[in-house]
């Protein structure tokens, strides 16, 4: 008889994310630290994906969907799912604060931007691929525009982002092909978030 996985279970290795970055961050590293000690997590998160709950999985028809997963309660750093359908993209887009992405399931493109160039807006260096279990950096520091894509144009693909912010309430910018700067505040696909502290099925066990 198969047993049904309890959600709390299932949803560990987020949780253990969560715990873990918000230990590293106890001791106020540099942004160098955060990014290199956050992407060893994210690579443990994202090597397998057994974990991501369907509500957050699901795309949609038209746009890609960013279902927050997990905000700390100082906002020191979010969690968020991003789904991509077939042939999505976002615009050209900042963060002005770190982020790393990690790819989950699928796979997708990153383009990073400068500003300046005769257009007033160039590409920086060639488009990156992102394959299952790869994480990458940006920050204002290391490099902070770019446009994403799902790099399938027949199925979904998910990468697990995690920012140094509550990002879906940061006002950062999008970019026009003439480096034109407009306003963006990204916001949230979900009202409701994955329950990673429901931990009354391991209590019953012991
Ligand atoms: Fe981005």
């Not at 279970?9 to 590293?24: K, N, Q, W, Y």
């Not at 796979?107 to 300046?116: A, D, K, T």
């Not at 034109?180 to 209590?203: C, H």
Request: glycine residues 10%.
């Amino acid at each position: 008889m198969n047993l049904p996985v309890h959600p709390a279970s299932r949803l560990a290795p987020l949780r253990h994310f969560v715990t873990g970055l918000a230990r590293v961050l106890e001791g106020r590293p540099d942004e160098a630290t955060i990014l290199r000690e956050g992407a060893a997590l994210l690579a443990r998160l994202v090597a397998h994906d057994d974990w991501l709950p369907e509500d957050c999985a699901r795309p949609d028809p038209v746009h890609y969907r960013q279902y927050l997963l997990h905000a700390d309660s100082a906002q020191r750093f979010s969690v968020v799912s991003f789904v991509w359908g077939p042939n999505q993209r976002t615009p050209i887009h900042d963060h002005t604060v770190w982020g790393l992405i990690g790819m989950l399931r699928g796979g997708e493109y990153s383009q990073s931007y400068r500003l300046g160039g005769a257009t007033g807006i160039e590409a920086a260096g060639p488009e990156v691929r992102l394959e299952p279990g790869h994480v990458e950096a940006v920050s204002p520091r290391v490099g902070d525009i770019h446009q994403v894509r799902n790099a399938y144009d027949d199925r979904v693909s998910i990468s697990i982002h995690v920012y140094g912010a509550n990002i879906g309430a940061v006002r950062r910018s999008v970019y026009g092909p003439d480096g034109t700067a407009k306003p963006f505040v990204s916001g949230y696909s979900n009202t409701v978030l994955p329950n990673i502290w429901d931990l009354s099925r391991e209590l019953q066990q012991a």
